[in-house]
Each structure stands twice: as structure tokens, then as C-alpha cells.
């Protein structure tokens, strides 16, 4: 059976959560969570707006997720997130148990893979999905952000 949507398609999704943390004038970072082919949760950073350094794209759409399936455990579901996960975000989505992680661009100096934290032992984890658009998305907010050119 060939699937409708693919990770290509969910982590335009994720980006354009990204979008508008940058419009925001967030970090953009955007997430989306899948199950069963379908969106059940999405979030973009909004540490700035919260005035809260845990409000993650990450943690909002664990948040969101958790809530509409009604529990803690999101096993059967799929994270795309346009950032490599931070070490606080891969805490929770161990203790979530996700299924699978997709991520964009990597984090090398702040990522949990730089920070040796680990996904559940049961996490796929998927990378480089849709890297060159959402890592460019960044360097942008920091050139403006810095005022470089």
C-alpha cells in the first residue's frame, strides 16, 4: 500500500511551524506528530512569547499529542521537527516513548547528539529530511537577528 504523504510532506508541515516562530520573531524551530498518516499535534518555539525556556516546538507538540490520544505514551507516532532535538526536548521523547524521530538539520553544538543524551532504545530516529530549506530558515533569523549581512 503506497502511503498518501511521505516525510517530505510532513516536515513542510514542521517548517511552516518554523515559519511562524520566525514570524514571531522566535527561534524557528517548527514540530509536527503524526499517527496513522494523520497531524494530531504541531507546535512551533515560543520561548520568547511564554517567557519560558522549556516552551520547544518539541515539548508544545508532546504536549498537544499527549492530549488527544489521551495518554502519556506516544509509541505509535512520529515526531518531524525541522532542528535536531535539544537535550531537554530528547528527555521528554524518551519518556514518551515516541516511535520515530525525523529531523531536518542537525545541531552540533547544542543538539542531543552532541550533548550524548539518548532517545528511547526503541526511537527510529531519521535525519537530513528537507536539511538545506530549514537550516537556511535559521541562519536567517540570526543574520537578522545579530544584524549581520
Known sequence: ???PYDHEYFMRKALQEAEAAFDRNEIPVGAVIVAQNRIIAKGHNLT????????HAEMQAITAASSFIGGKYLKDCTLYVTLEPCQMCAGALY??????VVFAASDV??????MG???HPKTKVISGILEEPCATLMKEFFVRKRGLK
Open 1 to 3: 500500500m503506497i502511503e
Open 95 to 100: 519518556w514518551s516513548q515516541i516511535g520515530t
Open 48 to 55: 520568547e512569547t511564554l517567557t519560558d525556556v522549556t516552551a
Open 109 to 114: 553544538q547544542r543538539g542531543y547528539l552532541a
Open 117 to 119: 543524551t539518548q532517545l
